[in-house]
């Protein structure tokens, strides 16, 4: 008798709603589960592939789009040519995101040419390599240098915005550019000069007062990265990076309730920003308030799995909670028939040579100096909990770095 297939239908609609939800750590939970007991299903696998590319893995989604293609060339009709253009997006996505633009082109042609979408001919427009004679020399430049940025090759970024600097000096975005390559390699003086001469000639940047606000937090100033972060919360109100930022900068003066409100803010705009989970999260457990620490430390893990500062945290967060097993006391031993008993006491005068006092080891005084306070033996362990303190800043109109 054959045997019965499980009914896996449930978990995918569950995962998917939690996908359109973009609460990502929860659909690739069901999507797993799904795969546990169907291995072979297309729609979990697809589904795993939908979160790796959301989530920024997309080496991980193209391990699973290698074996879905060769199942999708086997489908025929109207669900064939769909099945196919969709793994192909992905193929291109996952390749955009690798920086292939080449392969992720042609993926895109080809998943165009079996189902047309205004998406695809948006993506197959940003990767159309432009004619040559219509290339802006200083627009190359700032193009390599922002590649050379991503990919950690700071020496190359610098050399390249050199030369836009070199023939235009008052270029602000080169500026901007400049003053995070100085902050990358350990000149936050250097960088605040460069972010300065940039916003005397822009200043309706809201990007460049909140960069102003984070080289003041590096140089340890932070009543003048407070008021840069709110410069920039009044040239753009709903700049969320400058909220997270400023509540950094509160947290930094031990104003607690300031620097919630800034990442409820945050938060009010950008609902699934992890990074204002994760800070209200970390702060929330300082103050002692546990399940609500917990809570949004889930969900910042849950909208970018493997984040490793929420995890960090949440470990903290799960450590606190844990209730402490008290040592048992130590029972005196019986005392003899005799009436003597075998243990000295405080009645027995017995001479006890006074030791000074131990002082206090280097360790407890860096515990005195953080603003966590320990409620108990194990709290004590979770000082080297970490917290996201700079957010990465978005630029305008560009969408946000990373």
Do not use: C
Not at 63 to 92: C, M, N, Y
Request: proline share 6%; no cysteine.
């Amino acid at each position: 008798m054959r045997k019965r297939q499980p009914d896996i239908k449930p978990l995918l609609r569950q995962a998917a709603e939690k996908l359109e939800a973009l609460e990502f750590g929860s659909a690739l939970a069901l999507y797993q589960q799904a795969l546990a007991l169907a291995p072979t299903n297309a729609g979990a696998n697809m589904g795993m592939v939908l979160v790796h590319n959301r989530v920024g893995k997309p080496l991980e989604a193209l391990k699973r789009l290698a074996p879905l293609w060769k199942t999708a060339q086997k489908v025929s009709g109207d669900e064939g040519r769909t099945f196919q253009a969709s793994v192909l997006a992905q193929i291109g996505w996952a390749r955009e995101q690798l920086g292939d633009t080449t392969l992720a082109l042609t993926a895109f042609e080809k998943a165009h040419e079996l189902l047309s979408s205004p998406e695809l001919k948006q993506r197959i427009a940003k990767l159309m390599p432009k004619p040559a004679f219509a290339a802006d020399p200083v627009q190359m430049l700032l193009t390599q240098a922002r590649a050379h940025l991503k990919a950690g090759s700071v020496k190359d970024a610098e050399f390249a915005l050199s030369q836009v600097l070199k023939a235009n000096p008052d270029h602000v975005d080169a500026l901007h550019e400049m003053a995070t390559v100085q902050r990358r390699m350990g000149a936050p003086n250097q960088a605040l000069l460069l972010l300065q001469r940039a916003v005397v000639l822009n200043p309706e940047r809201a990007d460049l007062f909140n960069d102003l606000g984070i080289v003041f937090q590096e140089l340890g100033n932070i009543s003048k990265a407070v008021s840069f972060h709110k410069r920039a919360l009044k040239v753009d109100p709903g700049f969320v990076f400058a909220m997270i930022n400023l509540g950094v900068a509160y947290k930094r003066q031990g104003k607690f309730d300031l620097a919630i409100s800034s990442y409820q803010d945050a938060l009010h705009h950008a609902p699934h920003l992890a990074e204002a989970h994760n800070n209200l999260g970390n702060l929330l457990r300082l103050q002692g308030q546990l399940s609500e620490a917990k809570a949004h430390l889930i969900k910042a893990l849950d909208l970018k799995p493997g984040y490793a500062d929420a995890e960090a945290n949440l470990k903290a967060v799960e450590l606190e909670l844990t209730p402490v097993a008290k040592k048992p006391v130590a029972k005196k031993a019986a005392t003899k028939a005799t009436g003597k008993t075998a243990l000295k006491t405080s009645a027995s005068k017995v001479p006890v040579k006074k030791m000074p006092a131990a002082k206090p080891s280097a360790k407890k005084k860096a515990a005195e100096k953080t603003d966590l306070k320990p409620r108990d033996t194990d709290a004590k362990k979770n000082l080297k909990a970490v917290e996201l303190e700079l957010t990465p800043v978005a630029k305008k109109p560009t969408a946000k770095k990373t």
